[in-house]
């Protein structure tokens, strides 16, 4: 039994998929959510400036005591999750790999496309996973510049022209590849999931990498005995490096009920110890 919180952390909102996720598997454990709003997104940055920024997004969470960090970003999942895991005495979870063994397994086909940001396609993290259980899938990536600025502003909804247009000119090479799974590799997409499920058909298979990595965050608690025990439901603990107004509107976008704890700023580009 371990009382104490776990850390999440994402570049913007996205990370709320899997904060969504946790909550409903583990409604007894407190989160300390922060998203690096100021500096979203971080999928267009290069390896260097991705792994500062996540280095200082989590020495800002070990300034509580947490049991564990989930990295609930698929570009920081995939570019630097050895850093931090080998830097950080306590358990450092990530979204990719949940993901990609999830795909690696549900394909029929062995055709499994990928949609991620520009650094999680580049890194080839997903491929490697999905190659060591299924040697033979062909994976056809694409990266998708566009999807979390606009998901950031609100742009998700069915019937919307924006990224309904972009949807389809991003998707258009996966569906005629054939694929019948399609990994959402970046936690932004769950909210894009209608549009994008209207494009690819009712049989194409979706995969949520933040709802994988729930699961896995909440099978290793289990299996290490970490979980907590308690007579009401855990908290949730909210920062953010902009500002604050209309977080929690958007916010009750991406966890699925309103958002009614106070959300605090924080300055994020210093370093911490």
């Given at each position: ?16 998929t ?5 909550c ?9 959510y ?20 996540a ?18 970003c ?7 999750i ?6 950080n005495?306590?358990?450092?979870l ?17 055709r ?29 990536a ?106 929690a ?10 958002v ?7 300055e994020?580009?210093?370093?911490r110890?």
């Amino acid at each position: 039994m371990d009382q104490r919180p776990i850390g999440v952390f994402d570049s913007g909102l996205g990370g709320l998929t899997a904060v969504r996720a946790l909550c409903k598997l583990l409604p007894e454990e407190d989160i300390v959510y922060f998203g690096d709003t100021g500096r979203v997104p971080y999928g267009t940055r290069s390896r260097e400036t991705i792994i500062k920024y996540a280095r200082q997004d989590v020495a800002f969470l070990r300034t509580f005591d947490l049991k564990a960090i989930v990295i609930a970003c698929g570009t920081v999942s995939t570019t630097a999750i050895e850093v931090l895991a080998e830097e950080n005495s306590i358990p450092v979870l990530g979204v990719v790999e949940p993901a990609a063994l999830a795909a690696a397994k549900h394909t029929k086909s062995g055709r499994i496309g990928l949609i991620g940001t520009q650094a999680s396609i580049r890194s080839g993290a997903y491929e490697r996973y999905i190659h060591t259980v299924n040697p033979a899938a062909q994976v056809k990536a694409t990266a998708c510049p566009l999807f979390v600025p606009l998901v950031e502003n609100g742009r998700f909804r069915p019937g919307d022209i924006v990224i309904e247009t972009v949807t389809a000119e991003y998707l258009t090479p996966l569906r005629e590849a054939g694929v019948d799974t399609l990994v959402l590799g970046c936690t932004h997409y769950p909210l894009l999931e209608t549009v994008i499920r209207n494009f690819m058909g009712p049989d194409v298979t979706l995969i949520n990498a933040g709802a994988e990595g729930a699961r896995a965050v909440a099978q290793a608690l289990k299996d290490q005995g970490n979980l907590a025990r308690r007579e009401v439901p855990g908290h949730c603990r909210y920062f953010v490096s902009d500002r604050v107004e209309d977080f929690a509107q958007l916010a009750s976008l991406f966890l699925g009920w309103d958002v009614t704890e106070d959300v605090t700023q924080v300055e994020i580009g210093i370093e911490r110890s």
